[in-house]
């Protein structure tokens, strides 16, 4: 069994919701974990590492299991074959806010798991009009966000020895389809103008980190989301579109 720990914010959150189930759907059995806190950054998760601070949200497979668990417990809790980082969003395009924090996480992570592949999520622009706070960082201008974020991400994974999960560019393609661009009546990929709606943006999160993690084409599965909200239904004929979104546009 595959064994993925998850080291970030509610944007892993996204990520994983469905990517034990997902993996499942085609024969395949992972073991996740989510160490979440919200909007906490790499200067947040060095600090709170160093600190041996018990300030986690702990999920496994997606679903909540405890409050106030530290990192050291999480990288101590199963042989990890893998773990992912990743910057908090408004953060994700300006350089200089991942030193020296993410080379000393790394380094700390490789001391405690030296067999774990390590890898960075490249997160993702926000919606054209989003209310975050750190958005006018970028110019309140998704496409810039998208290039800063992309350019930073990738320089930095690859100054660290860290595989990319490229998140960022498939939200990014799957936005410019009229299915999935509100602008032209389509679904949106957000619930709430960043984070990834509970089954379109989450769906699409499975489907790049099943191509990137497992190495397998998320194209054909079965698996179907289901935080549907009241008066919400989903349309399943948008599903196989997200997965050949992912698949085309996940070059790692």
């Known amino acids: 069994m595959l064994k993925i720990l998850s080291i970030g914010n509610s944007f892993s959150q996204d990520a994983q919701r469905y990517l034990t189930r997902f993996a499942k759907a085609s024969g395949k059995q992972i073991l996740t974990y989510n160490l979440c806190i919200g909007g906490c950054s790499l200067e947040q998760h060095w600090n709170n590492f160093v600190g041996d601070e018990k300030k986690y949200t702990l999920e496994k497979d997606g679903e909540w299991v405890a409050n106030e668990y530290s990192l050291s417990q999480g990288l101590m809790a199963e042989t990890w074959d893998m773990i992912t980082l990743q910057q908090v969003s408004h953060l994700a395009g300006k350089p200089e806010s991942f030193s020296p924090y993410l080379s000393n996480l790394v380094t700390a992570i490789r001391a405690m798991c030296p067999d774990a592949a390590l890898y960075f999520q490249e997160t993702w622009e926000y919606e054209a009009g989003s209310p975050h ?117 996940a070059v790692c």
């Open 133 to 249: 706070g750190g958005f006018p960082e970028y110019h309140c201008d998704p496409d810039e966000m998208f290039e800063r974020v992309k350019n930073t991400c990738r320089a930095q994974a690859k100054e660290n020895d860290l595989t990319i999960i490229p998140s960022g560019e498939v939200i990014h393609a799957a936005k410019k389809l009229p299915q999935f661009d509100p602008a032209q009546g389509g679904q949106s990929l957000y619930r709430d103008q960043f984070h990834m709606h509970l089954l379109y943006g989450r769906y699409l999160l499975a489907c790049v980190w099943y191509k990137t993690l497992l190495h397998s084409t998320p194209v054909g599965n079965s698996f179907l989301p289901d935080d549907i909200t009241e008066g919400e239904h989903l349309d399943k004929t948008l599903l196989p579109l997200l997965q050949k979104t992912a698949q085309t546009a």
